[in-house]
């Protein structure tokens, strides 16, 4: 039985090199040990299997060696002791729970040894765990919670399809009797907002107040937070009148809800106890509505019409609901209910879905990058981690307690940064809110606040991440054996490999940085593009108030326009005014949104025209042109005493209707059965709604006319210097001219093209910070791994110098390989990007996503904060002492 | 090296059992000892040689039996190479404890009537 390879047989051969592959399963120091007895021994078994039944039998054995050498190398890796389990006293089992609190202990006081590595670890890890928190808790508020009324998925609102094909929500109370008890819905409950002008206070003010059915409450499935709900009676003609309150107002007016309980409402023409309050975060229909009073189905109908919400049956098959629907449709005779639908009750802006998401995304890129940051510290720490483990395990440490204490080092790290990471989300989330466009909080029928669910996800993350980086060093040491580990070489194997990881998710962090960078800048851009659109009228020195004029004291047209001309009378005599008038609002957002149309002049059809164009058009007064700095192309603008039908139009408006020639004096109107109107002049064009023009460029403008009272009034002042500084003097003017007239808004041209634009500043500012953040962790991460880098090299460099390198090519090494991880992630965050550039188009305005200005600007920043990051390692390389770096190794 | 209890390493698993068995009589090496637990016990117990080594190596750790490269003096024509292994005094009362406790495993299985006969 020599060992002698050349006598064996080829099959033992084989089996002989098999065996020796699966000892690898045996850990190193055991396998070192014992490799030569075992393959002898191997070989013994096989040649004695060979002799006694020829070659079959013996690779049978040798294959069962081999598994069951496999298998022994799997056990002796997981921990377990081939001895057996051994008797265990009482007070071994009770030690582990001793052990957790000391070994909680040493967790602790191996953070605190490392204070700056702890405090890093865990602002990092804070910052993703509070960006993603925030973020995903108003994209959870905007886009994912549903209504907070029960089973919100039933709630629907009831339209109605007219003759040209338009949806309608509103309906008269004899069209939705028949509905009522038709079996088409198991409830439903109508109502229909007005605007009300609230007194007692220290000024008028303009509330929204929802005229709602009085089974409401019972029909969302809510109650009032203090006092009670609307009983059937409470809506009947002669009833005592009475009213819940929005939370908010209740408290602004009241104090505490329920104060409010017992007191009165008063608005003008009524008076209302209140009976309830309801409880914050409760806007129904819509975040406006601040309070609610009762009202039959009959009442209502006899002073207007209702909007409507049901529930829908779920016992009832879809098909069978239709039927029962398009019946009721059928029998109405009239042709404004041709047919149905029911649109569910919650809608979201697809638009603000789109950038609520881009949100999402941005705020996304900060978790990761944070959470990489996290791993790449961690991981530094994994080499000086892993001689400690290693000699604990020499001097008998079980490597399971080893290991539990890297892990609670880890826990510790992902509990402190989950703390750090709840507090500042709370702060983050209010400052976010308060950037927000009106269209986030409005759509949402809940207040946003801190979801538990992000939190818990955000931590889950920061834990995952903290854990397994964690686990790193901890599982590596107790595998390489106390003789290696203190054998004085940096181990340098294991060294390589870490630096390549870390290395790599470097160059991934830079990746996500450059795109949030191109973003931001890509956003930047289009603003800077969006503010420099001529708006076709001057915003700069106008002051605009908007009057919510009451119908109780200006019962009709006649009347408001008497008060407003003499407040603009007495305007136009106040210092430093250049010019005042008054309209239905002004640009940007006015007047009225007028669609389908069928244009038509006087010698037929006009052709060309989109039949989903949407004309936004205005009430004005003769000065209103003059007062914004609209210019008269042709013909004239309105004067005092215009007939009914006379009208100025756009000049895209007028080049459409007739593209040869000129306008003035041409009629034209809406629709074949609409009456004629008369062009009096052409004004340019403004952007209707602001620089992002929804709905094309035409717009219209009519006098003032009829008998019915306006809800809105809008007085235009153009300044002769600065507007901020007149409109103070005008808020008290017309205060004192008009005391009973609510002011519901005055601001400077400027302040409203501000919020027109609010949308696109708040993407800007969000994404502009979390780039900042972003650039700021990358370049955090960079000088950590850059600097491990020279800590690992330092022998190698102070070679390099000892033979005649300088201190600055040695530093330009340095510099050099961190712009190699740069270029990496450059390439990589550019691919990143190209791959998102359709997304990107989507959110911005007439700028392209490879704009070269803004690509370029984004690359040199990414080399630039690379440079700075690796300044600090380059330094300390180049002033390394050559001759004791080498004395160290 | 501490002193251990010898019952605190009971019960004793299976290989390391019959391992430990084999070496009472008389140092062997690795081959030898895959042997002898395979004629002793009919060759119902096999151990292999992953199971075995893995055991020994437990085993020299824990000071329950010893290396010597010596080859004994009545073991002829071997390799000189080979590693024997042979029973410390901790290993024998290790042994001898594991054996009592089956002993009286066996008595009480007899008493109840779960075996009977003798064998």
């Known amino acids: 039985m020599s060992g002698d390879p050349e006598k064996l047989p080829a099959s033992v051969r084989l089996l002989r090199r098999l065996y020796a592959a699966g000892l690898l399963a045996i850990p190193g120091p055991a396998r070192r040990q014992l490799a030569a007895s075992m393959l002898e021994t191997f070989e013994a078994i096989c040649l004695r299997a060979h002799r006694r039944g020829g070659a079959l039998p013996s690779v049978w054995r040798g294959l069962q060696e081999v598994l069951d050498v496999l298998v022994a190398g799997v056990r002796q890796r997981l921990g377990a002791d081939p001895l057996g389990p051994g008797r265990r006293p009482l007070r071994e089992r009770i030690r582990p729970l001793a052990d957790l609190g000391t070994d909680l202990r040493s967790a602790l006081r191996a953070l605190t040894r490392r204070p700056a590595f702890a405090t890093v670890a865990v602002l990092t890890l804070a910052s993703g765990i509070a960006a993603g928190t925030a973020v995903f808790s108003v994209v959870d508020s905007v886009v994912l919670r549903p209504l907070p009324y029960a089973q919100p998925a039933t709630l629907v609102r009831l339209m109605r399809v007219v003759e040209s094909g338009g949806f309608v929500s509103s309906w008269r109370s004899e069209q939705l009797e028949p509905w009522l008890d038709a079996g088409v819905f198991s409830a439903v409950s109508a109502y229909r907002l007005e605007n009300r002008t609230l007194i007692g206070g220290p000024e008028p003010e303009r509330i929204q107040v929802g005229l709602v059915m009085p089974n409401t409450l019972d029909f969302l499935g809510v109650r009032p937070a203090a006092g009670r709900g609307f009983v059937p009676e409470d809506g009947e003609e002669g009833a005592v009148p009475v009213a819940l309150l929005e939370s908010g107002l209740a408290r602004r007016r009241f104090g505490t809800p329920d104060a409010a309980i017992g007191r009165f409402l008063e608005v003008l023409g009524a008076r209302y106890r209140i009976i309830g309050v309801m409880p914050g975060g409760f806007h129904y229909p819509y975040q406006a509505t601040r309070a609610w009073v009762p009202r039959s189905l009959a009442t209502l109908g006899k002073t207007g019409t209702v909007n409507v919400h049901a529930r829908r049956p779920s016992a009832i098959a879809e098909p069978v609901l239709q039927e029962r629907g398009d019946a009721l449709a059928a029998a109405d005779a009239n042709d404004d209910l041709v047919a149905w639908k029911l649109w569910p009750a919650g809608h979201v802006d697809t638009r603000l879905r789109r950038w609520v998401l881009v949100l999402f995304g941005a705020a996304g890129i900060l978790v990761l990058i944070a959470c990489a940051n996290a791993a790449n510290l961690i991981l530094a720490q994994a080499a000086q981690r892993e001689r400690e483990v290693s000699v604990r395990a020499a001097l008998g440490a079980a490597r399971l307690r080893l290991v539990r204490q890297s892990l609670l080092e880890s826990l510790l790290l992902a509990a402190a940064a989950g703390g750090v990471g709840s507090l500042l989300a709370g702060v983050l989330l209010p400052w976010l809110l308060r950037l927000a466009p009106r269209g986030i909080t409005s759509l949402t029928a809940n207040a946003v606040d801190l979801d538990a669910r992000a939190l818990g996800f955000a931590i889950s993350l920061a834990l995952a991440t903290a854990v397994l980086f964690g686990l790193v060093p901890a599982l590596r040491g107790t595998c390489l054996g106390a003789a290696r580990a203190l054998g004085g070489s940096r181990g340098a194997a294991t060294a390589a490999s870490g630096g390549r990881l870390r290395g790599g998710i470097i160059a991934g962090e830079v990746a996500l940085t450059l795109v949030l960078l191109l973003g931001a800048g890509l956003l930047l851009g289009s603003f800077a593009r969006l503010l420099a659109v001529d708006l076709g009228l001057e915003l700069e020195r106008v002051v605009a108030a908007d009057l919510a004029v009451p119908e109780e004291l200006y019962p009709d047209l006649e009347s408001q326009l008497q008060l407003t001309e003499r407040i603009v009378e007495r305007l136009r005599a106040m210092d430093g005014v250049a010019a005042a008038a008054y309209g239905l609002g002004i640009p940007p957002g006015f007047g009225y949104l007028e669609f389908g149309l069928q244009l038509e002049t006087e010698a037929g059809a006009v052709a060309g025209i989109d039949a989903e164009l949407i004309l936004p058009w205005s009430h004005v007064s003769p000065e209103y042109f003059d007062a914004l700095g609209i210019p008269v192309l042709e013909g004239r603008g309105l004067e005092a005493g215009e007939p009914d039908d006379s009208v100025v139009l756009g000049s895209t408006m007028a080049e459409a209707l007739w593209p040869n020639g000129p306008a003035a004096g041409r009629r034209f109107r809406l629709r074949p059965d609409a009456p004629w109107l008369t062009v009096v002049g052409v004004v340019g064009d403004v952007r209707s709604e602001g620089p992002v023009e929804p709905f094309g460029s035409m717009e219209m403008y009519r006098p003032f006319s009829g008998d019915r009272p306006t809800f809105l009034l809008t007085l235009v002042v153009r300044a002769e210097g600065d507007p901020a500084a007149l409109l103070p003097a005008v808020r008290d003017l017309v205060r004192a001219a008009a005391p009973d007239v609510p002011i519901e808004r005055i601001a400077t041209g400027g302040q409203l093209l501000a919020d027109n634009l609010r949308e696109q500043r708040f993407q800007l500012a969000l994404v502009g910070v979390l780039a900042l953040l972003a650039a700021l962790l990358a370049a955090f991460g960079m000088f950590g791994v850059i600097s491990y880098v020279v800590s690992r090299r330092t022998g190698e460099l102070g070679v390099r110098m000892a033979v005649g390198a300088s201190p600055r090519s040695v530093a330009a090494l340095v510099i050099g390989s961190g712009l190699r991880l740069a270029a990496a992630g450059v390439v990589l965050g550019l691919g990143l990007a190209w791959m998102l550039r359709r997304f990107m188009r989507t959110i911005l305005f007439e700028i392209e996503p490879g704009n070269p200005l803004v690509l370029t600007a984004v690359i040199a920043a990414a080399f630039a904060i690379t440079l700075a990051a690796c300044l600090l390692p380059a330094l300390r390389a180049a002033r390394l002492d050559p001759a004791r770096t080498l004395r160290l190794e | ?119």
């Open chain 2, 1 to 119: 090296m501490s002193t251990v209890d010898p019952e605190d390493l009971l019960p004793l698993s299976e290989p390391v059992y019959h391992i430990l068995m084999a070496l009472s009589d008389r140092p062997r090496h690795g081959y030898a000892i895959l042997q002898e637990v395979e004629e002793r016990t009919g060759g119902v117990v096999r151990l292999r040689t992953g199971t075995l080594y893995t055991a020994v190596k437990r085993l020299l750790e824990r000071g329950l039996i010893e290396e010597t490269a010596e080859a004994p003096p009545h073991i002829e024509r071997d390799d000189e190479r080979r590693r024997y292994y042979l029973l410390t005094r901790l290993g024998r009362a290790v042994l001898a404890g594991e054996a009592r406790r089956l002993e009286l495993m066996v008595r009480l299985a007899r008493a109840k009537r779960v075996l009977v006969g003798r064998s």
